[in-house]
């Protein structure tokens, strides 16, 4: 980041005025000068079209089915008919022809929260080894790891499947059963344990290390300085990292696809999605509504949590 | 209610036994004896990470690599795969849509995501104008994946339109049109829904970026009678350059492992297959492993040179810390 010189600011004597004693004035007037018109309405043309779709699908999920299938939504500014109907229909667990949304929301929840811990815990506790443990060949272990994030997890899915179907079964026991949710807890942490470290170590690697030494010489070893300065310390970094795995696990459709089976005990609400658009593409009621109940969590977390989210996007997104 | 129950209760032993693993490991490393104990606790904290990414990732991809030169039935064939992707017609458009893929969606997520974030800086109601444009990042692909097929929704002409792209049509007196099944227009619709969910994204980081610019540079510039559009171009862009590079190389590897918008908007038929689901589609629908691993590994080699870059870049800030 390049900083101007002082004697800059002394060639520049209206501006130094400012500088120092009015911080907000000189602000107003660059904002003023700065925001022409014509970008406002750029903007606001750019943030309509963004959201149109999202608004278009919200309003869809809430009209009866005849009318979502007879024309556009734009129509129930004429034509004000509003229904719970989708919502109960998705949601209900009826024969095997209902969609059982409720049971596949479970099933999220149950994947990506053990999912997001383990990420957490493994990867905080590799990062404080990688940011203050002492040992040789560690800049290139931890450059190594952090390259293995860019090898594709379709690389990874057969032989991953592999392993936990032959591999680690003895006679009839799987130490990974398939049918449970374990393949997946232990393929998300894999696959999340990369970038985890990485960015985690960032965090970690900038804590004092006065703090540290002193711990270390008072006798306290590694594990009680991991549990009781380390983590405390590195909160904001676990939690905006932390809401993203949440994130990315909830969204995620490829890893479930290999790893779930795809009936209703394991099988997250994306797959479930996914599986109705492809059979059933024209229920438009089911679709909306469905794909509303998907968004409920991330959404929440957005809106809740935003400023964290926005805090790791720039911790994750700043790396270079 | 029993079904909750018995997958809370998953949930529950799942930790439990996590937990005790990482119990179990802490104990180890404190009661290690004192010659070597260092070593021991440094084993112990790293070795969880390090077996999981070797059983994996390496391994795998090393596995990848090996499969990729076999045939269905796990035989040798060397690098028949790799010849039938670059001469069967249908594996060249999934090549091909990859590329036009890598192309438009980092150029034009970015693009509009620094526009925009230039055009709301500082202008009031900033933070909701931000909010509407990266809400898209918190829906899953699938999601938007249906977003956007109600858009591109299609009816015959004598009926009314349930998509607004086919309304618009008609309203300007077009004939409506299949968006996603006609190639090869329809790979750019596609694309469309990317560059949709990764501009918040670009917008974000970019902004964030932009704020950290010292005012008095912008002042200076301003006084010298630099155009708004000057001002952009000699003090924005190069004051920004290093997280412009990270947003397009996050971008890039985004999209060249994009799956579930093809997966659920067309299932790849249509000539809009791209390599990460046509390698999905061969390893697990058409029962080609080999195929599949051979694509496996031709993404990875188009992620190489962002990998080493990124790697060389971290190794620079090692030295100079």
């Known amino acids: 980041m390049s900083t101007v010189p002082l004697e800059n600011k002394d060639l520049l004597p209206d501006v130094k005025d400012d500088a120092t004693q009015g911080r907000p004035t000189m602000q107003k007037r660059v904002k003023q000068k700065l925001t022409s018109r014509r970008a406002t309405a750029a903007a606001v043309i750019i943030a309509v079209l963004w959201t149109i779709p999202t608004f278009g699908l919200l309003i869809s999920s809430f009209r009866p ?3 979502i299938k007879g024309n556009g939504w734009w129509n129930v500014f004429s034509d004000r008919q509003f229904t719970l109907e989708n919502y109960a229909d998705v949601l209900s667990p009826g024969g095997s022809q209902s969609p059982n949304l409720l049971s596949y929301f479970v099933n999220s929840l149950a994947i990506v929260i053990p999912g997001t811990i383990f990420t957490l815990v493994l990867g905080s506790m590799a990062a404080y080894m990688f940011a203050w443990g002492r040992f040789r060949g560690k800049d290139s272990l931890f450059i190594f790891v952090f390259a293995l994030q860019i090898v594709p997890l379709q690389m990874a899915l057969i032989p991953l499947l592999q392993l936990f179907t032959k591999v680690l079964t003895i006679g009839d026991f799987q130490l990974l059963p398939s049918g449970t949710y374990a393949q997946l807890w232990v393929a998300h942490t894999i696959f999340g344990l990369p970038l985890a470290i990485f960015l985690l ?3 970690i690697a900038e804590i004092p290390g006065e703090v540290i030494e002193a711990a270390r010489v008072d006798g306290a070893g590694h594990s009680t300085i ?9 909160t904001p970094a676990l939690a905006s990292f932390g809401i993203f795995q949440f994130l990315w696990l909830w969204n995620d459709l490829l890893v479930a696809l290999v790893f779930s089976g795809g009936g209703a005990d394991v099988a997250p609400i994306t797959q479930r999605l996914a599986e109705l658009q492809g059979s059933r593409g024209g229920e438009w009621q089911r679709l909306t509504a469905g794909a509303f109940v998907s968004m409920i969590i991330p959404l929440a977390v957005f809106f809740g949590l935003q400023r964290y989210f926005v805090r790791g996007l720039l911790a994750g997104g700043l790396k270079g | 209610m029993e079904d909750i129950a018995d997958k809370g209760l998953q949930v529950v032993v799942g930790l439990a036994v996590f937990a005790a693993i990482i119990g179990l490991i802490m104990l180890v490393v404190d009661r290690a004896p004192k010659s070597g104990r260092e070593k021991i606790q440094i084993a112990g904290f790293l070795a969880p990470a390090l077996l999981l990414l070797a059983v994996g990732l390496v391994f795998p991809a090393l596995q990848t690599s090996y499969l990729s030169l076999t045939g269905r039935n796990g035989e040798f064939v060397g690098l028949d795969n790799f010849v039938w992707m670059f001469t069967q017609p249908e594996a060249l458009v999934t090549l091909r849509n990859t590329v036009i893929w890598v192309i438009l969606v980092p150029l034009l997520a970015s693009a509009i995501g620094l526009a925009y974030a230039v055009f709301i800086d500082r202008a009031r109601g900033e933070r909701a104008l931000k909010a509407l444009v990266f809400m898209p990042m918190a829906i899953s692909f699938v999601g938007a994946g249906i977003i956007w097929r109600f858009v591109y929704a299609y009816k015959g002409p004598e009926q009314d339109q349930i998509g607004l792209f086919n309304q618009i049509l008609v309203w300007f007196g077009q004939e409506p049109k299949q968006f996603l099944l006609d190639a090869p227009t329809n790979t750019f619709f596609l694309i469309a829904v990317m560059i949709w969910i990764q501009t918040g994204f670009a917008m974000v980081v970019l902004s964030a970026a932009i704020k950290g610019i010292p005012t008095e540079i912008v002042e200076a510039a301003r006084l010298d009678g630099a155009s ?9 862009i190069p004051t920004i350059r290093g997280s412009l590079i990270v947003v397009v190389t996050t971008i890039t590897i985004g999209t060249l ?8 908007m067309t299932a790849g038929q249509y000539e809009t297959s791209v390599v990460a689901n046509e390698m999905y589609t061969q390893a697990f629908r058409a029962g080609e492993p080999g195929r599949g691993a051979a694509l496996a590994l031709i993404l990875f080699l188009m992620v190489l040179p962002v990998v080493v870059y990124n790697a060389r870049l971290l190794r620079k800030q090692k030295e100079i810390r």
């Open chain 1, 65 to 67: 089915e005849d009318n």
């Open chain 1, 201 to 203: 170590h960032n965090f």
């Open chain 1, 226 to 234: 991991f549990w009781r300065i380390i983590i405390p310390l590195a």
């Open chain 2, 228 to 236: 708004a559009w000057q001002q952009f171009r000699n003090v924005t």
């Open chain 2, 257 to 264: 492992k994009v799956f579930d918008i093809v997966r659920t």
